[in-house]
Nanobody, 125 residues
Framework: QVQLVESGGGLVQAGGSLRLSCAASGRTFSSYAMGWFRQAPGKERVFVAA???????YYADSVRGRFTISRDNAKNTVYLQMNSLKPEDTAVYYCAASTSTYSGHYYYTSRYQAWGQGTQVTVSS
C-alpha cells in the first residue's frame, strides 16, 4: 500500500500562487493514478484534479485553466500548481492514489485506495 504525505499549503492572497507536493512511498508509484481533492469546512470532499499512470490529466471545471497537476515518477511525487487563487479555493487539500485505469473513476473519492493527511490552503481576499 502506498503512503502519501502532502506539503506546500499555506496562506496566500487572492491572485497568488502555491504549489502543493505529494510524496509517495513504495516502488509502484508509477502505476497509480493520482488525484487531488479538497474539503472546505462543513462541506464534502470534492475532486480537483487527477493524473493517470501515463500522465493524462483531468480537472474540475472550477480549477481548469488555473491549476496544473503533474507527476515525477523518478521522485515518487505528484504536484498541484495553483495559480490565480481565489478565496473559494480555501480548503484542506488531499492527495490520493488509485489503482484504477478507467478515467471515469478518477472523480470519485471511493475509487482511491490511499490518502494523505491533507494540507491547508487559505486564500485571503
Amino acid at each position: 500500500q502506498v503512503q502519501l504525505v502532502e506539503s506546500g499549503g499555506g496562506l496566500v492572497q487572492a491572485g497568488g500562487s502555491l504549489r502543493l507536493s505529494c510524496a509517495a512511498s513504495g516502488r509502484t508509484f508509477s502505476s497509480y493514478a493520482m488525484g487531488w481533492f479538497r474539503q472546505a469546512p462543513g462541506k464534502e470532499r470534492v475532486f480537483v484534479a487527477a493524473i493517470s499512470w501515463n500522465s493524462n490529466t483531468y480537472y474540475a471545471d472550477s480549477v481548469r485553466g488555473r491549476f496544473t497537476i503533474s507527476r515525477d515518477n523518478a521522485k515518487n511525487t505528484v504536484y498541484l500548481q495553483m495559480n490565480s487563487l481565489k478565496p473559494e479555493d480555501t480548503a484542506v487539500y488531499y492527495c490520493a492514489a488509485s489503482t484504477s485505469t478507467y478515467s471515469g473513476h478518477y472523480y470519485y473519492t471511493s475509487r482511491y485506495q490511499a490518502w494523505g493527511q491533507g494540507t491547508q490552503v487559505t486564500v485571503s481576499s
